[in-house]
């Protein structure tokens, strides 16, 4: 597993960002993806359907996320996570400290989108803040019982998947040096590009 100040081996095109709920995962995936040029798909937007029902085309669009050559989305879903892994070259762990980062970010942004009635994914809002008394499942209660999940689950990682890199960052400055970094390598090394017609590569 490498750290912050660890160099990539290469410039990764399949990417994965993982960590509990409201870390900031698709925050930073989406500036990953500006910093490297790779698109970046928000899972949630394939998994939930109208009404919060599971879209039936899920795992069917995942595999076809996957094929792709440069790719980055957020690590979820338990029928997902094998198919991501087994193509990606590297996952991103947002490692951040629970009680002081995570928890009030999960909080606020939870708050901000029920207060302001906002549109998430194929016209779903938040529900309403009492459904944290009584759902089980309430994105905050999600976040608290799910918190330790990604702490036994990657370390098992690198024995089933040879070709993944693993970056743990465990701090808001660890993420933001690392994407300064990765900012600055990107800039100074070109990307890969196709071989002429004609001439082998």
């Given at each position: 597993?490498l750290?912050?100040?660890?160099?990539?081996?290469?410039?990764?095109?399949?990417?994965?960002?993982?960590?509990?709920?409201?870390v900031?995962?698709?925050?930073?995936?989406?500036?990953?993806?500006?910093?490297?040029?790779?698109?970046?798909?928000?899972?949630?937007?394939l998994?939930?359907?109208?009404?919060w029902?599971?879209?039936?085309?899920?795992?069917?669009?995942?595999?076809?996320?996957?094929?792709?050559?440069a790719?980055?989305?957020?690590?979820?879903?338990?029928?997902?996570?094998?198919?991501?892994?087994?193509?990606?070259?590297?996952?991103?762990?947002?490692?951040l400290p629970?009680?002081?980062?995570?928890?009030?970010?999960?909080?606020?942004?939870?708050?901000?989108?029920?207060?302001?009635?906002?549109?998430?994914?194929?016209?779903?809002?938040?529900?309403?803040?009492?459904?944290?008394?009584?759902?089980?499942?309430?994105?905050?209660?999600?976040?608290?019982?799910?918190?330790r999940?990604?702490?036994?689950?990657?370390?098992?990682?690198?024995?089933r998947?040879?070709?993944?890199?693993?970056v743990?960052?465990?701090?808001?400055?660890?993420?933001?040096?690392?994407?300064?970094?990765?900012?600055?390598?990107?800039?100074s090394?070109?990307?890969?590009?196709?071989?002429?017609?004609?001439?082998?590569p």
């Amino acid at each position: 597993m490498l750290g912050a100040q660890d160099p990539l081996p290469g410039r990764p095109r399949r990417i994965l960002v993982a960590g509990v709920s409201g870390v900031g995962k698709t925050t930073f995936a989406g500036r990953l993806g500006d910093l490297l040029g790779v698109p970046h798909t928000e899972i949630d937007a394939l998994y939930h359907g109208s009404g919060w029902e599971p879209r039936a085309e899920f795992l069917s669009d995942v595999r076809g996320l996957v094929a792709g050559d440069a790719w980055i989305t957020e690590w979820q879903y338990s029928d997902a996570r094998p198919l991501l892994a087994e193509r990606a070259e590297l996952l991103v762990w947002l490692d951040l400290p629970f009680l002081r980062v995570t928890l009030p970010r999960v909080i606020r942004r939870t708050l901000r989108r029920r207060l302001r009635r906002e549109e998430l994914w194929n016209g779903n809002v938040e529900p309403p803040l009492r459904t944290f008394f009584t759902d089980p499942e309430h994105i905050v209660r999600w976040a608290w019982s799910t918190r330790r999940t990604y702490a036994e689950r990657i370390p098992l990682l690198p024995a089933r998947y040879d070709d993944l890199h693993i970056v743990r960052l465990g701090s808001v400055r660890e993420a933001e040096q690392w994407l300064r970094s990765l900012a600055a390598t990107a800039l100074s090394r070109p990307e890969p590009t196709d071989p002429a017609p004609g001439k082998a590569p």
